[in-house]
């Protein structure tokens, strides 16, 4: 690659030298200008004039991008690159110009910060055409049918039962019944009275019969009385002597 970039400004040399201009490097993006100037040397008969011309960076984070060294007058100078090229920090070219004539040139140069970032300019890309993009059915998946997982086995170890202490029983003495008479008393064994109650049902009175004579018992015509007066109503003197229908 530098030895490309070295052929290319060989070449470069080559032809400004020949177009009596010289221009070395090309603009860059972020540069600036450092120096801007003009040389003039009058002319001398019989004498061809010279002129060494150097242009440097105030500081080493710079360097250069393009020197311009152009005639300004009529007069035609040839050019010679000494030392350095675009990319470092200092160049010195040789200005040679015809006898009895003198010197008008214009020396302009750039240079960029190498420690400053610089934003590239920004690229605008055509647009793109996209091809319409076929988009498949979705596929359905059967379920698929998970076993539940096996627990595992678990052994319960064999457990041995505690030995059983058998604690004696006490057998309980005979319970002793004594039974205790007293001879003073006496049984009876006569028994007693049995007391009975006669019960004498209640008269009933109002039953017609007939007496000795013939007649009622009230002697008199009972007409349509009551049952529960009695039948004791009488037109005459009642003897007193009637029955009195017991039965």
Do not use: H
């Not at 960029?112 to 998946?141: F, G, H, V």
């Not at 006569?190 to 007496?211: F, K, L, Q």
């Amino acid at each position: 690659m530098r030895t490309l970039s070295f052929t290319i400004l060989c070449l470069s040399l080559a032809v400004c030298s020949m177009a009596e201009d010289l221009i070395l490097g090309e603009p860059q993006d972020g540069d600036y200008l450092i120096t801007n100037r003009t040389i003039f040397k009058p002319s001398i008969p019989w004498v061809p004039m010279k002129a060494v011309i150097g242009v440097s960076t105030s500081s080493e984070e710079e360097i250069l991008t393009e020197i311009r060294i152009t005639n300004e007058g009529s007069n035609e100078a040839k050019f010679t690159v000494i030392k350095g090229a675009p990319g470092t920090t200092k160049v010195l070219v040789l200005a040679l110009g015809e006898r009895g004539e003198g010197l008008d040139l214009r020396v302009v140069a750039y240079a960029i910060n190498t420690t400053a970032t610089t934003t590239p300019a920004p690229t605008t890309l055509p647009p793109t055409t996209s091809a319409p993009t076929t988009t498949d059915p979705p596929t359905t998946l059967a379920p698929t049918t998970t076993n539940p997982p096996t627990p595992p086995i678990t052994t319960i170890p064999p457990t041995t039962p505690a030995p059983t202490t058998i604690v004696p029983t006490t057998a309980l003495p005979p319970i002793e019944t004594t039974w205790s008479w007293d001879p003073s008393t006496t049984v009876p064994t006569t028994p007693p009275p049995i007391e009975t109650t006669w019960w004498d049902p209640p008269m009933t009175t109002g039953i017609p019969c007939d007496d000795e004579d013939g007649n009622d018992d009230d002697g008199n015509d009972n007409e349509g009385g009551d049952g529960n007066d009695g039948g004791n109503e009488n037109d005459g003197d009642n003897s007193g002597n009637n029955d009195t229908g017991e039965v």
